[in-house]
């Protein structure tokens, strides 16, 4: 009885963690010599020609220049002159993942359904070798999965712009099974700059709820 229990219980689990908020988690890594004179300076982006004419590139450069206004910097324009320069690197790739794990499995669990009045009260009329619940412990059998799993990352650099030093240097990456970059961009440039500015090599691990 307690094995029936023992299944319910963790196929309830399992629903339960089906409902659960999907989250992307990234690993962050910052190295910073940030001047406090710098913070709500004007800031420009370093691109070339092809950077310039590509369109996914000036999406994330549009995210970026998102969080940077968040945090209080401001375009480089007319009668602005920039103080800080902006670099964006990113890219993905994926590898095939196998895992082997170990299943519960009841062999007498489909009597179960045929029988739904019958319970341990009724078992002193019977004899244990008719009984289709008396059995021993579950057995455990080998379930093979396969999937894609994507490494995507995304580095910043903001430098001085007349002395070209660099003043934070970010790195995020993150694993997931999502293979689209544009899908997750947002999560990854918002990472980026939590807790900005951060110390100097500064490693920790950020987790955003996933938005439908």
């Known amino acids: 009885m307690k094995y029936r229990w023992l299944i319910l219980l963790a196929t309830a689990m399992t629903l339960l963690s089906g409902c659960a908020a999907q989250k992307i988690r990234s690993d962050v890594t ?8 710098m913070q709500g300076a004007p800031f420009t982006f370093a691109r070339n020609e092809a950077q310039g004419n590509d369109l996914e590139y000036r999406s994330y450069e549009n995210l970026v220049a998102g969080e940077l206004r968040r945090l209080g910097f401001v375009d480089a324009g007319p009668g602005r002159q920039a103080k800080i320069k902006v670099t964006i690197g990113y890219g993905i790739n994926g590898r095939d993942v196998r895992i082997v794990q170990p299943v519960v499995i009841d062999p007498f669990w489909p009597h ?10 009724w078992r002193r009329y019977y004899s244990p070798f008719y009984d289709p619940f008396w059995h021993g412990p579950p057995t455990v059998a080998y379930q093979e999965s396969q999937y894609e799993l994507f490494r995507r990352q995304l580095k910043v650099v903001l430098a001085h712009a007349d002395t070209g030093k660099t003043l934070y240097d970010v790195t995020v990456v993150s694993e997931g099974r999502n293979g689209s970059l544009p899908a997750v961009m947002p999560y990854l440039v918002r ?20 938005r439908e």
């Open 30 to 37: 910052v190295f910073a010599e940030w001047p406090a004179e």
């Open 191 to 210: 990472s980026a700059f939590s807790e900005f500015p951060s110390k100097n090599g500064t490693i920790r691990r950020v987790e955003l709820e996933l």
């Open 112 to 121: 179960h359904a045929y029988w739904p009045y019958y319970g341990p009260r």
